[in-house]
């Protein structure tokens, strides 16, 4: 089973190392685009081209499932890679996972200035976040902030966003693949502001919950006691290569190098 996964950067990194837990025997193709990141400042059409052609150098490879672990991408290129690509091979976007985090409470989703009130957000708090009191938290910088692998640069813009999440909220819907690289930085920011009283906040991703859809896509149960067989191959932008020295710096991108071989 070979499962892929795209994105600008190292945003697929928290998806990937899903799909490597659930399944050490798959094999995982990650397919980047250095040579066009970032994606967020593109326009809608030449993000398209750029998020068509990575999901292109993929496909040539052959997976049974290519996860998008792009919520920009996810927005404006899934159906053109839907289009090219399906049905022989099941593609999996990436959306913030407004849905499962209601019920919870007060919910705040950290996104993107781009995604950060688009009708696109506003669209799933309508219809998944069941009435909940929802704040909307742009983090400028962070995406690229984790990108860099900066951590003073991570905090900073982390302190930014924190300061404009009420101290109340019980949820926080991450709306960036990258965020989830930094999740313990976010709950210390948060905690630090107080949450004396308050029970502990809840956090939602995306990344277990598309490696899930990829496996069922597939036919495929969660195997995660198989034998670690998996292997990962990396492209960049279209061209063979390897996980980029950043990647390293999270405990995902540690886990992906040293628990398969790179071919």
């Avoid at 040539?60 to 053109?80: D, F, G, M, Y």
């Amino acid at each position: 089973m070979k499962i892929a996964l795209m994105d600008s950067g190292i945003g697929l990194l928290p998806a990937a190392a899903a799909v490597r837990r659930l399944r050490p025997d798959a094999d995982l193709l990650l397919s980047n685009d250095p040579d066009g990141m970032p994606w967020g400042p593109r326009t809608p059409e030449d993000l398209t081209e750029r998020a068509l052609a990575v999901a292109l150098a993929a496909a040539e490879h052959r997976p049974q499932a290519l996860i998008v672990a792009c919520n920009t991408a996810t927005v404006h290129a899934l159906p053109a890679i839907r289009a090219a690509l399906e049905p022989d091979i099941a593609v999996i976007g990436t959306v913030p996972a407004i849905k499962p985090a209601a019920g919870g409470g007060k919910i705040a989703i950290w996104a993107t200035p781009a995604t950060t009130g688009s009708a696109y957000q506003r669209g799933l708090i309508r219809d998944f976040a069941d009435g909940a009191e929802v704040t909307e938290v742009p983090c400028p910088g962070l995406a690229d902030a984790v990108e860099h692998a900066d951590p003073d640069a991570v905090d900073r813009a982390v302190a930014a966003a924190a300061a404009l999440t009420p101290r109340d909220v019980h949820t926080v819907v991450l709306g960036c693949t990258h965020y989830e690289l930094v999740e313990e930085r976010i709950l210390a920011a948060l905690e630090a502001r107080g949450r004396a009283g308050l029970p502990p906040l809840v956090f939602h991703g995306s990344a277990d919950a598309v490696a899930a859809q990829a496996l069922r896509r597939v036919g495929a149960e969660p195997a995660p006691d198989a034998d670690l067989t998996g292997s990962l191959a990396v492209l960049l932008s279209g061209r063979p290569g390897q996980l980029p020295a950043t990647a390293l710096g999270y405990a995902e991108g540690r886990l992906l190098a040293a628990a398969a071989p790179a071919h």
